[in-house]
T-cell receptor, first 111, second 111 residues
């Protein structure tokens, strides 16, 4: 099983919609999880960190389900500017300073 | 934005030639990383550094070498470029596993 897996999408949603992405991870000992956002032809940037059951920042909510080993990202009231690829990221198994990146889920928000 | 630059930003080279990519930071972060990003694979770690002259291999290190003689600079060298090394290369820096800051990327094409 890969360390982290994501549905590549694309998810095509209208402006104002709510959309959720899931990400599964293999290392049950992981204590921290991250969502990065990557715009087309740009570098990834940290969107949210998740250390316990979840985290919320405005329209974005990240939730962790340890029993099923997945994390989700919920985006409410989608904006055109939310169109991007969202990368699920976990610490690499057995290390303290490396991250393993998922292949990303692409979101396209339309009018 | 974190002070991290990459040079060159674009490069086209021929098979068999040596290529060196430079990552420069002004944040004095301890850790520096080189990734490559390819469709369907996401970001994959090539090499990383945890201090001056301290480096280690990532998951796709074959054909690449690195050097870090100063805190601020991390060089990635392709000793003899191959077409399979055509990719987008990202440098990243961090002080902890919590967040990595990425440079703008280098698009390398090997003909």
């Amino acid at each position: 099983r890969k360390e982290v897996e994501q549905d590549p999408g694309p998810f095509n949603v209208p402006e104002g919609a709510t959309v959720a992405f899931n990400c599964t991870y293999s290392n049950s000992a992981s204590q921290s999880f991250f969502w990065y956002r990557q715009d087309c032809r740009k570098e990834p940037k940290l969107l949210m960190s998740v250390y316990s059951s979840g985290n919320e920042d405005g329209r974005f909510t990240a939730q962790l389900n340890r029993a099923s080993q997945y994390i989700s990202l919920l985006i409410r009231d989608s904006k055109l500017s939310d169109s991007a690829t969202y990368l699920c990221v976990v610490p690499t198994t057995g290390t303290a300073s490396k991250l393993t990146f998922g292949t990303g889920t692409r979101l396209q928000v339309t009018l | 934005d974190a002070g991290i630059t990459q040079s060159p930003r674009h490069k086209v080279t021929e098979t068999g030639t040596p290529v060196t990519l430079r990552c420069h930071q002004t944040e004095n972060h301890r850790y520096m990383y080189w990734y490559r990003q390819d469709p369907g694979h996401g970001l994959r770690l090539i090499h990383y550094s945890y201090g001056v002259k301290d480096t280690d291999k990532g998951e796709v290190s074959d054909g690449y070498s690195v050097s870090r003689s100063k805190t601020e600079d991390f060089l990635l060298t392709l000793e003899s470029a191959t077409s399979s090394q055509t990719s987008v290369y990202f440098c990243a820096i961090s002080e902890s596993v919590d967040e990595q800051f990425f440079g703008p990327g280098t698009r390398l094409t090997v003909l």
